[in-house]
């Protein structure tokens, strides 16, 4: 898998808009960006995926470089509930797996 | 509720013992993943199945793990003569097949203690 590099943790204030950089120098063409989270104690969640084009969903907004060697994910209204681990990933075209790696621990601050 | 489903959520055994975890995938998906999760770090993938075959296991995957999904539905992760450095959560996601299936669902585990 492309390896990803992320802050250890971030704090953003309630309410306020979370940005969540990635950086994946090594992507190649065809490998998409994907997003999970996991809540303490609990299984990880998918939130957004990208090849090249600006996503976004009802959970967050997903912005790519035009260069694709980096990416940030956006939750636009920040809840205390948001408090997670964040987990980019770059799966190998192809591969089944996902690799997690450390992710970034965000922590939302009333 | 129809999503990923792990039993028991919580295991503890002592050292040298067997168990067995259960995981029951979203009824659509053809494809059923372990992963394992030790304090502080992401999950690893451990092993994935597509329908009941087995297609790519983890060099994570000792002789004493064994997984098994033998009619392509429910899968099972047995650990024989569990060992301290088995704690950890196990993890079990699934996914529909084609361009979506780097899209996982996740259950919410089972937490081994190995006493």
């Known amino acids: 898998d492309a390896k990803t590099t992320q802050p250890p943790s971030m704090d953003c204030a309630e309410g306020r808009a979370a940005n969540l950089p990635c950086n994946h120098s090594?992507?190649?063409?065809?490998?998409?960006v994907y997003w999970y989270r996991q809540i303490h104690s609990q299984g990880p969640q998918y939130i957004i995926h990208g090849l090249k084009n600006n996503e976004t969903n009802e959970m967050a907004s997903l912005i790519i470089t035009e260069d694709r060697k980096s990416s940030t994910l956006i939750l636009p209204h920040a809840t205390l509930r948001d408090t997670a681990v964040y987990y980019c990933?770059?799966?190998?075209?192809?591969?089944?797996?996902?690799?997690f790696g450390t992710g970034t621990r965000l922590t939302i601050i009333p | 509720d129809t999503g990923v489903s792990q039993d028991p959520r919580h295991k503890i055994t002592k050292r040298g013992q067997n168990v067995t975890f259960r995981c029951d995938p979203i009824s659509e998906h053809n494809r059923l993943y372990w992963y394992r999760q030790t304090l502080g770090q992401g999950p690893e993938f451990l092993t994935y199945?597509?329908?009941?075959?087995?297609?790519?296991k983890s060099r994570l995957l000792s002789d004493r793990f064994s997984a098994e999904r033998p009619k392509g539905s429910f899968s099972t992760l047995e650990i024989q003569r569990t060992e301290q450095g088995d704690s950890a959560m196990y993890l079990c996601a699934s996914s529909s097949k084609g361009p979506r299936k780097n899209i996982q669902y996740f259950g919410a585990g089972t937490r081994l203690s190995v006493l």
């Open positions: 990933i770059v799966p190998n075209f192809g591969n089944e797996k996902l690799t």
């Open positions: 090594t992507i190649s063409g065809n490998e998409y």
């Open positions: 199945f597509q329908n009941e075959a087995q297609l790519e």
